[in-house]
């Protein structure tokens, strides 16, 4: 630690962020309030230029006149769009920053950056470019099943097996993680935005009727699930007739969104086996006896613990405050810095 370490807790706030694909969220160290954000960038279409971040750009998506464009610039995991993902980002730690109770405030933060397993190099270097350029004066990239696997209260440092995994919005990120490091990884580009995308398919092919992902990812929360539940539901959707081009307006029960989110959650079944397959034997028993740990939003969705254990023949249980594991476990790396020793992650890294 820096002998000036002590002068500058005292003039600027160190940020956890956890950049996840659909929503951003963002914690001071040593503070429980959380900033939540959709990862959602509204641009003008002819200069390029910054009309909106967050939840106003979010409301703008399928919604944007001509020559506005809503885009989320992290697609499955992968920066898609580098220039404003560096905007965003700098939006993001300002809006962090700005939310500082120091009476003396230098936005010179200590940050760290929980991104999916698929992120590239290039990625990497451009949110860690973001960071900088907002101002933090050291930036610690972090892999997000890592994070969200200390957020959970694993003992990823010690010589132990654990598995975590972490269903998002772009990402489903499954990770064996042994004395800080990941042993196997089976991260896949299928989570939350494809069950909403699988749901559009449904309506469309089966109905006739066209919607769009956030009334997909509306019907999966208020009646979506992954195993029979005690009582279905109905869901009352409107859209647009594919064949007349007229508003129309239909049910759909919680038996056929279950039918519809059957691909998404049975690929991402099929990547936990595959990761356990590969698992040394030492591993695969401790993981045995202490269960697989769900992380993320995607854990949310009721009966997704007994939908895996039937497929997989594991044990399974959700995090404490699941969306939160990334978050938790970037705000405890900030409060230990001993760990990004454990972890290997360098400074800047």
Known sequence: ???????????????????GTSNTKMAIRGRGDVITEPTVVALDSKSGEIVAVGKSAKKMLGRTPP?????????????????????????FIELATRASTHFLKIPRPRVVIGVPLL??????????????????????????????????????????????????????????????????????????????????????????ILTGERIAEDIKIKIGSAYPVKQDSTYEVRGRDTVQGIPKTMEISSIEVREALHVPLNLIASSIIEALEEAPPEILSDIAERGICLAGGGSLLPGIKEYFEERVKMNFYVADEPMLAVLKGAKAVL???????????GESE
């Open 67 to 91: 020559g506005i464009v809503a885009v989320r610039p992290l697609r499955n995991g992968i920066v898609s769009d580098f220039e404003t993902t560096r905007d965003m980002i700098q939006y």
């Open 119 to 208: 992120a590239s190099e290039v990625g990497r270097e451009a949110i860690r470019d973001a960071a900088k350029n907002a101002g933090a004066r050291i930036c610690y990239i972090i892999e997000e099943p890592r994070l969200a696997a200390i957020g959970a209260g694993l003992p990823v440092t010690e010589a132990v097996g654990s598995m975590i995994v972490d269903i998002g919005g772009g990402t489903s990120d499954i990770a064996i993680i042994s004395l800080g490091g990941i042993v196997v990884d089976k991260t896949i580009p299928i989570a939350g935005d494809e069950m909403d995308a699988e749901i559009v398919k449904y309506l469309k092919y089966k109905y006739n």
């Open 335 to 345: 409060e230990d810095l001993d760990l990004l020793t454990k972890l290997k992650v």
């Open 1 to 19: 630690m820096s002998i000036f370490e002590p002068l500058w807790r005292l003039v600027t706030d160190d940020i956890a962020i956890d950049l």
